[in-house]
């Protein structure tokens, strides 16, 4: 992730459907909500007396991410072409110029109904030839080195796979249908990255015989394949070091780190996509000098008073070790004096996971009832007690909430 401060500022305004308008110091904004496409919660807008379209993140000068390399939920391929669809028609003739967050614009009201026109076949495109190959009995990778965009669109410079890429694009297209799994049962139950990597290495002769012919497949212009041999020999040579020790790693480990590292940086070089290149020449990096300890802090204030009471209870349910609570049975009340006032929520820890629900009377009381304000329970989960907070606190059965498990 990139480092710096996180924060959430809550929105003054929702935007709930398309062809609304709002004005905003002095602008009038219409919107088109395009939900699914490039994020969960999208939108285009027109900025209608400039004659301006904005089309956020929906149509840009290169290939989308259908899934982010970082990760994320899939996106609808198919929803977004769409989208792209109904903005042609529903915009048009109010624009005389298009722009999005990133990129630069496109000037003149024809060529944005090209480019919109374009990225829409674009997604479209990616769609449904992933289905059809899909439905043909192609795998994920073998859809990937198979799927070839029409050469109008291969011509296009803004359908080009700077940033998303058509290989791994159609590889989400097919996560999002059909999963990891794809058919074929030796791979329903495979061992975990170490151990399948020692296997293969002494089925390839041992660590100095992989070595050798991992650099021959570099040599001879495979570097996929030298890449795959090498990381199987980078995970079974790394030493395993006990909590607490330090452990010297081997000569060939080092060898192979190198040597993997080298076939990285070849592989990003050769990379038009940005993603691409950016995670091999970083993985290259690491090889050599080491991961980095940086991490970002996600648990600022800002963020946390910017979500809801049930966003903050399942960020809480999320940090829950379930094997420790696996036999605690545990249920606690949330009086909320606001957000909405009166609300009462009902947690509940059992078999390790924690639940919640609105409640308006519960049938069973709980082992304990918290009344408080979001602003209280804030306090609390930044763990300051009830009692310097001025939290109403009920037990039954009577218990300290100092000692509870709350």
Known sequence: MSTGTISLIPPTVDVTET??????DGVRIVFQLTPGTEAPAEMNFLFPDLRALCLAENATHNMHNVLTLRGAVVRDARIWAAYLDEAVEYFHGRYDVAFASHHWPTWGHDEVVRFLTEQRDLYAYLHDQTLRLLN????APEIAETIELPPALARAWHARGYYGSLNHNAKAVYQRYLGWFDGNVAHLWEHPPVELAKRYVAVAGGPAETLAKARAYAEEGDPRFAATLLNHLVFATAPEVPVGEERPASAVHEEAKEALAGVYERLGHGAENGPWRNFYLTSAQELREGISGETVDMTN???AAALTVPMLIDSIAVAIDG????DDDLTVDLVLTDDPVGERRRLTLHNGALTHRA???????????????KQQLLGLLAGQGPGKLGVGVKSDPPCSPASSRT
């Not at 409640?359 to 304000?373: I, Q, Y």
């Open 19 to 24: 062809g609304q308008e709002e004005t905003v």
């Open 359 to 373: 409640v308006a009377e519960p049938r069973t009381p709980a082992g304990l009832t918290l009344t408080l304000s």
């Open 323 to 326: 094997p420790r609570a696996w």
């Open 136 to 139: 043909e009995g192609l795998t």
């Open 301 to 303: 204030p800002e963020m």
